[in-house]
């Protein structure tokens, strides 16, 4: 029955009607959301007299991108509801029914325009969004905060894992510096210690050195000490311990998620994974980024389900409410997953799309209903 042919001209006419309120809603929300974030840093730079309001602008701007991938979902509810109340009202969607075309051919239209948006965010806007908000990041840490990053703060504490195959052919080293300094390009660490491993886990060789600095291809201990199980420590000497880490991934890897495209996450994940750094924020926003298409989709179907309803029936305006008000549940249902799947109690999988399943079952069983009355 879904796949019964539609009418090209209803199918062009449906799916603009469409698409100029969902785009028309995205917009608003987006902008509104923009102006919100432009006064908060207005807010910001209000005892920063150096700071000129075009920066404020710049940043402001950068940001859009971003919001527009944030709010796109909601806009595809909220325009897909007005959209649709519309066509319930003009009795042009019930005039469809009486012509024997179904809810779910009706549909078809919309959920392709919601599918397609999605995907085309999610491939084409999230790479210019994340320079966009990579750009925006640089100008905030220089301009508007007072520290310039994790590796800055003196004391910084940094754990890596990386590959060692100089002792065994799958080895790994474990490299926990104390004290950590970023002086321009050059990143230098102290109070080192490095446990080098075989492909069992077992414990090789250890290395302690006082300071040290990450040089190309290689880290550089100074004054460094090789310990041996069951063996005197060595004479103190300069170490190199090769590693395909530069200084730009080590800061990447305490950079947000956001600034990484869809396209880049795959190996930048694995990256993080060799190199011991944490991937639980990247694989969920590389999730977020998957789903994206289909919460689009199922937002139009959430529209629909709590919008076609006839309005000689009457509680049409509950009706449209208790929409908005299931759209904005699922976004708290989102979120609150999105916190757990960072503080690692769910998969960053199950995370990122059981808030999509769920809106998918509700708007199902809402058409199914109003399908069959």
Known sequence: MFFTTVPVTLSIYIARQFMFSVLSMTAFLTGIVCLFDFIDLLRRVATKTDVPTSLVTEIAGLHIPYFFMEIMPFGVLLG???????????????????????????????????????????????????????????????????????????GASLWLRQLDTELDAHGVAILHSRDTHLDG????????????????????????????????????????????????????????????????RVQESFASPETL?????????AMLDRSGFSSIRHRLHFESLLALPILAGTMSLVAAGFSMRPTRR????????????AGFLLF?????????????????????????????????????HLEDG
């Open 80 to 154: 897909g509801i007005i959209c649709f109340w519309r066509l319930t009202r003009s009795s042009e969607l019930i005039v469809a029914r009486a012509a024997g075309i179904s809810a779910w051919q009706f549909l078809a239209a919309p959920l392709a325009c919601a599918l397609a948006m999605g995907a085309l965010t999610t491939a084409a806007v999230s790479p210019l969004s994340s320079i966009m908000y990579a750009r925006a990041e640089a100008l905030d840490e220089q301009y508007l905060r007072s520290g310039g990053g994790p590796l800055t703060m003196a």
């Open 185 to 248: 390009a050059l990143l230098t660490i102290h109070d080192i210690s490095v446990f080098r491993l075989d492909h069992n886990g077992n414990l090789i060789l250890r290395i302690e050195a006082p300071s040290g600095h990450l040089a190309p291809g290689h880290w550089e201990l100074d004054n460094a000490s090789e310990l041996h199980p069951y063996e005197l420590p060595g004479v103190t000497r300069t170490i190199t311990l090769p590693t395909d880490l530069t200084l730009n």
């Open 261 to 269: 495209s869809v396209w880049a996450l795959p190996n930048f994940i």
């Open 314 to 325: 009457g509680g049409v305006a509950k009706m449209i409410g208790s929409g908005v008000g």
């Open 332 to 368: 708290t249902v989102s979120k609150v997953a999105e916190q757990f799947g960072n503080s690692g109690a769910l998969p960053p999988l199950l995370a990122a799309w059981a808030p999509t399943g769920a809106g998918l079952c509700l708007a199902v069983s809402l058409l199914l």
